[in-house]
C-alpha cells in the first residue's frame, strides 16, 4: 500500500487481497532460497496477475533476494528501478517471467511445467523435482488464451502446476458479473484439472488445498474467494481498489483496521526476521540437491549444467558446415519447409535440447524429424510436441519452457498465423526470450488457399517488432545457416520464414563461414560495373537471379544481393551496410509481400516489386504472374527507369 501510494500509481488491490494466499504458499510450500533465486530445482512462483506486482517485489524483498531493497520499494515504478509497474524477468531478480498483459503468465507457466517434466524425465527424481505455482486473475482466465493454456496442461496431465485464482469478482469496469458468469471451477474440471473452492483469507484452508494439490495426478485450480482491497474501510471489494492508490484517509483506515501503526516501509524485527526464515528454508535442500548434481558422473553433470545455463553445444557450427557442404554436392530443389527438415535431421543430433512442436501442422511446416519422439499425457520423455490448433498457447508455453532451462524450443504453425500467437511472440521479444518460430506457407507462393492464409503484411509486421529476427532463406543452404543463426542466438526470438512451393538451389558454395550472418550479401556479382541492383529475399531470390540474366542479355549488367534477413541486415554497421548495398544507381527490391520496410534499403525512390493488396485464390505461378512479381516485369521496370 506504502509503494503504491508513494508512486501515486499502481494496483494495491490485488497483493491486500491476495497477501493471505502468497503468505501461506512462501512461508509452508515453495520450495526457494532467496540466497539463490536462479537455484534450476526450485519451484517457480509466476505472477500471472502482473499488475498485482507490488505484491511479488514484496515478497522478494521480506525473502531477502539481493538487490530487491526498500530503496527499490519506494522507487516502484520510477525510471530504471527494479520494481516496474509490471514484473520483467529481466530487470528483477526472482522474476520468472515477463507478465502483465493477461493471460500471458498462466500460459507460460504451462512451457514452465511441461519443461519440468521433461527434464525429470531425462535426469530423474534427483535433480528435477519441483513445482510450478500461478497467482491469477479473474482477467486471466477471461482472456482468450486462458482456454488454450488449461486444455493443453489438462490433456497432458501437467500435474505439478497449482494455479490459485484470486477470486474477487470484480474488473476494471466493476463487478464481473456485468460481463462474465462463467463457472470457473466447472470449466476448469472440463479441461481434466482438479479444481476446488476455498476462503483465500483462511490459512488453513489455503494450506490444505494446496498440500493436496500437490499430491494429484492432474492439474490443480484453486479458487481461492477474496476480497480485492482487503482492509481498506470504503475501497475494498470494489473497482476503486483495483487501478488505483488508496489515498492518505483510506491508506490510514486500512492500516487503523489492520492495527498496523509503523511508519511507512517501517518492518518491525519480528516479522522481518519471520519471513528472513522462510527466505532461508529451502537452503538445506538446495545444497542437499547441489551434492546429488556433483555426485553425478563428470560428463552428464557437465550437460546438465551447460543445458541449464543455455550454453549452446559446440557441434552445432560443425554440424551445419557438413550439412552445407553435403549440400553443394548433391543440391536440393526443394521448398524451404523442406529444408528446414533436412536441416533438423542433422541439428537434433547436434542439440539434444532442441525441443519441436507444432500448432497442428506437423505435416505441412515439417517439424517432426525420424528420430524424434512425441510427448503425451503422462509420458514425458519425448522432444516433439503437439500443441493443438493453439497458436497463442504454443507460443506461450515455449517461452516457459525457454525461460524454465535445459530447453530451446521451437514451435511452427503457417507464417500468416502469427496474428494468433502475436502477443506471445512480443513478450519473448521484450523478454529476450530464445524461442524460434518456424512459419511456413510464407506468401501468396501457397497458391490456391488463397488470401485469408497468404502473408502479405506480416513480414513487415514481425520486422517491426524491437529484438524481433526474421530470416525469410532463399534455398536449402540459407535455411541452414539460418537455423543457425536462430539456434545460436540467446538474446532473444527468430521467426523463419519458409515457403510451401519448391526453389532452386541458388548457392553453390558450403563450408564453416556463415553468408546469411550479415542479413545480406552479394549472392551474384555483375559482369563489369552494376548498372542496377536487385535485392531480394526467399522465393523471389530465383527472380532477381531470372531478371539479371534477361537484363544480361540486353548488356546490361546488374548484380543481386540475397537477404535472408531484412532487419539484421538493417542492424549492422553503416560500412557493412554500404558495402553490400553497392553504388549502383537504379535499386529494386522483389519480395512477396508489402513494401513496408524496403525503403531503408532502396531509397523512396527505389523499385519495388511485390504485393500491394491482399493475394488471391489460384496455382501460385498464375498468382506471381497476375501480381507481376516475375522476372520479365523486374527487367522491365529496370530498363524503364533506366530510360527515364
Not at 497449482?162 to 471451477?185: A, E, H, K
Not at 505435416?363 to 503422462?378: D, E, F, M, V
Not at 558454395?509 to 535485392?535: C, H, M, Q, V
Amino acid at each position: 500500500m506504502d509503494a503504491v501510494e508513494q508512486a501515486k500509481s499502481g494496483h494495491p488491490g490485488l497483493p491486500m487481497g491476495a497477501a493471505d494466499i502468497a503468505t501461506v504458499l512462501f512461508t509452508k510450500f515453495l520450495k526457494y532460497d532467496a540466497a539463490d533465486p536462479t537455484w534450476p530445482d526450485r519451484d517457480r512462483f509466476i505472477l500471472s496477475a502482473g499488475h498485482g506486482s507490488m505484491l511479488l517485489y514484496a515478497l522478494l524483498h521480506l525473502t531477502g533476494v539481493k538487490g530487491m531493497t526498500v530503496e527499490e520499494l519506494k522507487n516502484f515504478r520510477k525510471l530504471d528501478s527494479k520494481t516496474p509497474g509490471h514484473p520483467e524477468n529481466f530487470m528483477t531478480p526472482g522474476v520468472e517471467t515477463t507478465t502483465g498483459p493477461l493471460g500471458q503468465g498462466i500460459a507460460t507457466a504451462v512451457g514452465f511445467a511441461l519443461a519440468e517434466r521433461m527434464l525429470n524425465a531425462e535426469y530423474g527424481n534427483d535433480l528435477v523435482d519441483h513445482y510450478t505455482y500461478v497467482l491469477a486473475s479473474d482477467g486471466d482466465l477471461m482472456e482468450g488464451i486462458s482456454q488454450e493454456a488449461i486444455a493443453l496442461a489438462g490433456h497432458l496431465k501437467l500435474n505439478r502446476m497449482i494455479v490459485l485464482w484470486d477470486d474477487n469478482g470484480i474488473s476494471i469496469d466493476g463487478p464481473l458479473s456485468i460481463s462474465d458468469s462463467v463457472d470457473q471451477v466447472k470449466r476448469f474440471q472440463a479441461c481434466g484439472w482438479n479444481a476446488v473452492r476455498i476462503d483465500g483469507h483462511d490459512p488453513k484452508a489455503i494450506q490444505r488445498a494446496i498440500a493436496r494439490a500437490q499430491k494429484s495426478d492432474k492439474p490443480t485450480l484453486i479458487a481461492c474467494k477474496t476480497t480485492i482491497g482487503f482492509g481498506a474501510p470504503k475501497k475494498a471489494g470494489t473497482s476503486k481498489a483495483h487501478g488505483e492508490p488508496l489515498g492518505s484517509e483510506e491508506l490510514a483506515g486500512a492500516k487503523a483496521a489492520f492495527g498496523w501503526s509503523h511508519a511507512p516501509f517501517e518492518i518491525p524485527d519480528s516479522i522481518r526476521d519471520a519471513w528472513a526464515k522462510a527466505g532461508k528454508k529451502g537452503r538445506r535442500l538446495r545444497k542437499a540437491w547441489t551434492d546429488r548434481l556433483k555426485a553425478r558422473p563428470a560428463e552428464q553433470r557437465a550437460e546438465f549444467e551447460r543445458r541449464v545455463k543455455g550454453v549452446r553445444p559446440q557441434g552445432l557450427a560443425d554440424a551445419v558446415a557438413k550439412l552445407k557442404d553435403r549440400l553443394v554436392a548433391e543440391p536440393q530443389n526443394v521448398a524451404t519447409r523442406k529444408a528446414s527438415e533436412i536441416a533438423l535431421e542433422v541439428i537434433t543430433e547436434a542439440v539434444p535440447e532442441l525441443v519441436l512442436g507444432s500448432a497442428d501442422l506437423t505435416p505441412s511446416n515439417n517439424t517432426k524429424t525420424k528420430n524424434l519422439t512425441a510427448i503425451s499425457p503422462g509420458s514425458y520423455a519425448g522432444r516433439y510436441i503437439h500443441y493443438g490448433i493453439r497458436e497463442h498457447g504454443m507460443a506461450a508455453a515455449m517461452n516457459g519452457i525457454a525461460l524454465h532451462g535445459g530447453y530451446v524450443p521451437a514451435g511452427a504453425t503457417f507464417l500468416v498465423f502469427t496474428d494468433y500467437a502475436r502477443p506471445a511472440m512480443r513478450i519473448a521479444s521484450l523478454a529476450g526470450i530464445p524461442a524460434v518460430y518456424v512459419m511456413t506457407h510464407d506468401s501468396i507462393g501457397l497458391g490456391e488457399d488463397g488470401p485469408t492464409h497468404q502473408p502479405v503484411e506480416h513480414l513487415a509486421a514481425l520486422r517491426a517488432m524491437p529484438k524481433m529476427r526474421v530470416f525469410r532463406p532463399a534455398d536449402a543452404i540459407e535455411t541452414a545457416e539460418a537455423w543457425q543463426m536462430a539456434l545460436e542466438r540467446t538474446d532473444g526470438p527468430t521467426t523463419l520464414a519458409l515457403t510451401r512451393q519448391n526453389l532452386p538451389q541458388v548457392r553453390k558454395d558450403g563450408g564453416a563461414r556463415n553468408l546469411s550472418a550479415t542479413g545480406a550479401y552479394e549472392l551474384s556479382p555483375a559482369n563489369g560495373k552494376a548498372r542496377a541492383t536487385i535485392f531480394a529475399s526467399g522465393s523471389e531470390v530465383e527472380i532477381a537471379l531470372a531478371a539479371q540474366k534477361l537484363l544480361a542479355e540486353q548488356s546490361f549488367e546488374v548484380r543481386v544481393v540475397s537477404v535472408p534477413s531484412l532487419d539484421l541486415f538493417l542492424a549492422q554497421p553503416e560500412k557493412v551496410r554500404r558495402e553490400i548495398i553497392g553504388d549502383a544507381p537504379i535499386k529494386v527490391a522483389v519480395e512477396a509481400a508489402v513494401r513496408f520496410g524496403w525503403d531503408s534499403v532502396i531509397g523512396p525512390d527505389g523499385i519495388f516489386v511485390g504485393m500491394h493488396g491482399f493475394g488471391a485464390s489460384a496455382p501460385y505461378k498464375d498468382l506471381y504472374k497476375h501480381f507481376g512479381i516475375t522476372a520479365e516485369a523486374v527487367a522491365e521496370k529496370v530498363l524503364r527507369t533506366h530510360n527515364l
